[in-house]
């Protein structure tokens, strides 16, 4: 039976490369191992006192070289992934269970080709006189036509389940991937009304919702790597595509047609241009954000409302959906975080500024505005609520307290941290006590104060981890395994009780060994989705890789 090739030696950072090596891919994404080993000293076993609780913030500040002012704190008026070196994959558990968070390498996140120009293109990028000034909120093969022939995956379009037990009612094989090539990516799941649409190597696909069949298909030039923007509008969706991923089109994902495309400024013709690039769709604006460079466009007409090169702030990753979020980095050691104006070209109503020595990697809410602040050797350290440019509360992580799961280390990769208006909700990381009991639970937050609220434990012997709201509440997921047949349940937001939602089919731990790398879970119209971004190269005829398992 093959087995993915053996992980890299070091995780990848997040935010752009320092300019020394790329990074290998991200860890999967999901749960932990199926055995973790027994945990000599639980915190979980015992109940203690809330004052006690042991799921409770450290007091410590967790930046220990910069200091959290109290709030408010005075705000200033790849692969998409991280570009894996193709032979390098992470191991995986079943279905996507992935590995504890690790921290970063050293080295900053600045994303300017410094040493990367001279070590990896010996001089290819000799860019000088050919860099492009526009700043945001300053002033070649088409795809092919389609075979055949809303929204992206929020999470708080539910809908009540087509069926309390979920059995799989279709999926989606897999491409095959070439020995020589290791490896594909196709970030980005969309949903019409009619259709759920999936980027896939070198084409993009709208399947029907209850049926799976396929109804339309547009083929297109890529590479295996490029990205897209994981939001939608008004059945819109944007991809990067390109032999060198260096032009985005807009697909109508309703009729199943390429409505435009363009080609990213500032190309210099080495094949790593427009690597590292982070998109998202907020309303009618587009974002691209790449390796050296970013540029906006208007969605419905791709007007350009904004591009930047070289400069000493440079946007450094993007996150769309109810708004549009831009992480700036000016320098290796001072990172803001921006809530842009999309009405306009571009220009930020307000920005933070984090403390001196932390890093924003990444954006779980655009509104309200939370992102997940890290230094530089622990990826996330932080949940910070940014209102009017000003830090309203923050919320310590710890160290290995929480499950942070993410498909990749793009600022909008993170699934199960999730925020509505009034709350943080995190997932607590999985152990396995002496007795073999699976302890795991979800905590409660207030954004307005960072203060924990409650903490919610299964009764049963199961993880879980938050995947969307449902009818006011949060849903979350129990995932079924060997020993255990998985379930929706819900959390009430003000106490957190836990009730029954709907239960998975026996069978349906068997069916979710069949994923990819850096799996992801999407609940959309009473349908369960479980999506494979990263699909590997195998000769195992028994693992047959699916992008897409619908349970309903």
Same mark, same amino acid.
């Not at 929020?154 to 991937?177: F, H, I, M, Y």
């Not at 306009?344 to 505005?369: E, F, L, M």
């Not at 009017?388 to 307290?401: A, E, H, M, N």
């Given at each position: ?9 070091? %995780? ?11 990074? %290998? ?58 570009? %894996? ?36 293109? #010996? ?27 809303? =929204? ?92 060198? *991923?260096?032009? #985005? ?63 000493? *702030? ?15 980095? *000016? ?16 220009? %930020? ?16 809410? @655009? ?7 890290? @230094? ?66 979800? #905590? ?32 979350? !997921? ?7 047949? =998985? ?7 003000? @106490? ?13 731990? $068997? ?9 992801? !879970? #999407?609940?959309?119209?009473?349908? !369960? ?15 047959? $890789? ?7």
């Amino acid at each position: 039976m093959s087995q993915p090739p053996p992980p890299p030696g070091n %995780p990848p950072p997040y935010g752009k490369p320092d300019g020394t090596t790329p990074p %290998p891919p991200p860890p999967g994404y999901g749960y932990p191992a199926q055995t973790p080993p027994p945990v000599a000293d639980n915190p979980y076993a015992t109940p203690v006192p809330p004052a006690q609780n042991p799921y409770a913030a450290p007091t410590q500040p967790a930046f220990p070289q910069a200091q959290f002012p109290p709030p408010p704190y005075s705000g200033q008026p790849q692969p998409p992934y991280g570009q %894996p070196p193709y032979g390098q994959i992470p191991p995986q558990g079943p279905y996507g269970y992935g590995y504890p968070q690790q921290p970063p390498p050293s080295g900053g996140g600045r994303k300017k080709l410094t040493a990367i120009v001279a070590a990896v293109v #010996v001089g290819v990028l000799v860019i000088a006189g050919g860099v492009y000034l526009a700043t945001r909120g300053g002033g070649g093969g088409d795809p092919k036509p389609p075979v055949a022939s809303s =929204g992206g995956p929020t999470r708080t379009a539910g809908g009540a389940p087509q069926n309390r037990n979920l059995a799989l009612k279709w999926s989606k094989p897999a491409d095959t991937v070439a020995e020589k090539d290791n490896l594909k990516d196709s970030v980005g799941v969309w949903f019409t009304d009619k259709y759920v649409v999936k980027n896939e190597i070198g084409k993009v696909v709208g399947y029907d919702l209850a049926t799976g069949a396929q109804a339309w298909s547009i083929p297109f030039t890529s590479r295996g790597d490029c990205t897209a923007a994981r939001d939608s509008y008004n059945d819109t969706a944007a991809i990067q595509y390109g032999a060198s *991923c260096e032009k #985005v089109m807009a697909v109508d994902l309703a009729a199943g047609r390429t409505l435009w495309s363009v080609t990213l400024p500032g190309a210099t013709g080495s094949s790593i241009d427009f690597d590292y690039t982070e998109m998202a769709i907020s309303g009618n604006t587009v974002g691209v954000d790449w390796l050296n460079g970013s540029a906006g466009y208007r969605l419905t007409d791709h007007k350009q409302l904004w591009s930047s090169g070289n400069g000493d *702030c440079e946007d450094d990753g993007y996150a769309g959906g109810k708004q549009f979020v831009a992480v700036v980095n *000016c320098g290796y050691d001072t990172y803001k975080v921006q809530l842009i104006d999309t009405a306009g070209n571009g220009a %930020p109503k307000w920005s933070w500024t984090a403390p001196t020595g932390t890093k924003v990697n990444a954006i779980v809410s @655009t509104d309200p505005v939370v992102v997940l602040l890290g @230094t530089e050797g622990t990826t996330f350290t932080d949940a910070a609520t940014i209102v009017g440019g000003r830090l309203q509360s923050r919320v310590s992580l710890g160290t290995d307290k929480y499950d942070i799961d993410n498909d990749g280390t793009e600022k909008q990769s993170v699934h199960n941290v999730l925020a509505d208006s009034t709350t943080l909700y995190l997932t607590l990381r999985s152990q396995t006590d002496s007795n073999g009991k699976v302890l795991s639970g979800i #905590v409660a937050f207030n954004l307005s104060d960072g203060k924990q609220k409650w903490v919610a434990k299964p009764a049963d012997n199961h993880a879980i981890s938050g995947l969307a709201f449902q009818d006011g509440k949060l849903l979350a !997921f129990e995932p079924p395994d060997y020993e255990v047949q =998985g379930k929706l349940v819900t959390l009430d937001p003000a @106490t957190g009780t836990i009730s029954p939602y709907a239960s998975f089919s026996a069978d349906a731990y $068997q069916q979710m060994e069949n994923g990819g790398l850096h799996d992801y !879970f #999407v609940w959309h119209g009473g349908q !369960f989705y479980y999506v494979s971004r990263t699909v590997y190269s195998s000769a195992d005829v028994e693992r047959h $890789q699916q992008y897409l398992q619908v349970f309903g």
